[in-house]
Every structure is written in C-alpha cells, then in structure tokens.
C-alpha cells in the first residue's frame, strides 16, 4: 500500500461508510464464530494486515489483539490508537509460536501477497485446533482497477478460488459470502468507463475519499443492511468476498 494511504485511512475511517458498514459485517462473522468459542472479551485475536489499527481497536472487545504489519508506517499510525501489541512482520513468515492464537482475522489482506497459499497455511499454524479464521479481500478480477494498484494488490478472488485456496493450506471454510451487493451494479459501470475512456491507465491513487455526508450515509446503511442479512443467509455477488473459516485438525 502507498504510505499516504496509511494515513487517509487513519483520518477517515471512524467515519467512513465503508469502515463503519464493514464493522457491522464483521460483527455478523463474529456471530458465527463466538458461539462456537471462548466467551467474548477473553479471544486470542491476531489481526494480520492492521493498517492504521482501526479495525484492531474495534476487535479489542472480543479478547486481547495483537496486531501485525509489514509496513512500520502502517504500525506509526496503528500506535496513535494506544494499541499496545504491535509487531512488523510477513504472514508468509509469522513471529508467533504454533497454536498461540484462537482466532486470526485478515481483513484486505490475502489479495496483497504473492504467496497467498504459503501465508494461509502460517495463520493455520499459529491458531489454535478448532480456532477460527475470518476474511475480508477483494471479488472478480474484472473489476481491477487502478485502486488495486495503488493499494498493491496481486489478485482479486472469486468465491470458489478462496474456497480452493483455503483448503489446500488447512482452513474449512464454514460460510463465505460476497459483500458489497448494492453498489456492485454501478462500481461495474465506473470500472468499464473508466477502461474504457482509459482514464484507469493515468490514475494511481486509490478510491478512498470522504463522500458528502447525505451520499455517506446511504452507503452506510446499505451496508449495513447486508450485515443484517448476512446473519441469516449469504449474497450471491459483491464488490468484496467474505469467509469464516476453522483450522483443520492436522496443519
């Protein structure tokens, strides 16, 4: 990721439709796991790929986090959260002990790294038998786009590649879904004008901005109407693909 993207992420993402709906959808994933797992409050959580530690913070009420990045930008800003266990490292090579961990969330992250295989198969290892692995990356490869780019994205997965993957490093995933239903029809339009004005080609700068606040709150609630439903059933098509996954027995 760019490292001005570190900090417009830091500045915006208490506010932004996109953080603030995708925590509700992340609050529908945990539903699925934490009846499955520890009380709430006492989870062992890895989040892998910080960022700026919004999401970190948010997840510090369901157990003790410790948050991972490669980039020591990412964990500067990550610090003015007062997020106390902060450690730079690879997924591909994680700095933790075998089963430390009773869940590892990875939210934008698998679609940055080359050796998605090889990074899946480290998050199996540090969580625990049993313990849970939840997703958040990016759907369809033709919608790739300069915001890929300017976030350094290798791929974009469809629901049936993350379902490959997972299984061959360990993982059973449990439920998946696309995300990001309601848009999904316009970003499709944008992304085929903008290749096709070529206008993509000179842009090198990711796609998030704050809307005007009547525009912010429509996307907030659509997005959190979807996790609304995605307690109850999964969407056939999205922006952005979700999944919870558990450890198989034997990594």
């Known amino acids: 990721m760019e490292q001005d993207e570190y900090r417009k992420h830091y500045l915006i993402e208490r ?16 539903q ?9 409050g006492v989870l062992r959580i890895l989040d892998l790929g910080c ?9 510090r009420q369901f157990g003790h986090v410790t948050s991972l990045d490669a980039s020591w930008d990412a964990l500067d800003w990550a610090g003015r959260r007062a997020l106390p266990d902060r450690v ?8 933790f002990r075998s089963e430390a961990f009773d869940l590892v969330t990875g939210f934008g992250l698998i679609e940055h ?4 295989t090889t990074a899946l198969r480290e998050m199996a290892r540090v969580c625990r038998r049993g313990g849970w692995l939840m997703l958040l990356t990016s759907a369809y490869q033709f919608l790739w786009s300069h915001h890929d780019r300017a976030n350094h994205h290798q791929r ?5 590649q993350l379902d490959r993957v997972l299984r061959s490093a360990c993982w059973e995933p449990r439920y998946m879904s696309y995300v990001n239903t309601a848009l999904f029809p316009a970003i499709c339009i944008v992304r085929a004008f903008q290749r096709l004005v070529g206008w993509d080609n000179r842009q090198i700068t990711s796609d ?16 959190l ?3 609304w439903w995605l307690q109850r059933g999964a969407l056939p098509f999205g922006v952005s693909l979700v999944c919870v996954a558990r450890r198989a027995i034997d990594v």
């Not at 699925?32 to 709430?40: F, I, K, N, W």
């Not at 790294?113 to 998605?116: L, V």
Request: net charge positive.
């Open 32 to 40: 699925r796991v934490l009846p499955h797992s520890q009380e709430r």
């Open 225 to 227: 109407a979807e996790a």
């Open 113 to 116: 790294i080359e050796a998605d």
């Open 51 to 59: 960022g700026a530690g919004g999401t970190s913070q948010w997840l």
């Open 88 to 95: 730079q490292g690879l997924a591909e090579q994680l700095p």
């Open 15 to 30: 506010d932004h439709w996109w953080f603030q709906g995708m925590r509700g959808v992340y609050g529908a994933l945990l």
């Open 208 to 223: 998030l901005i704050m809307p005007p606040p009547p525009l912010n709150t429509l996307c907030r609630r659509l997005l």
């Open 156 to 160: 974009r997965y469809t629901a049936r």
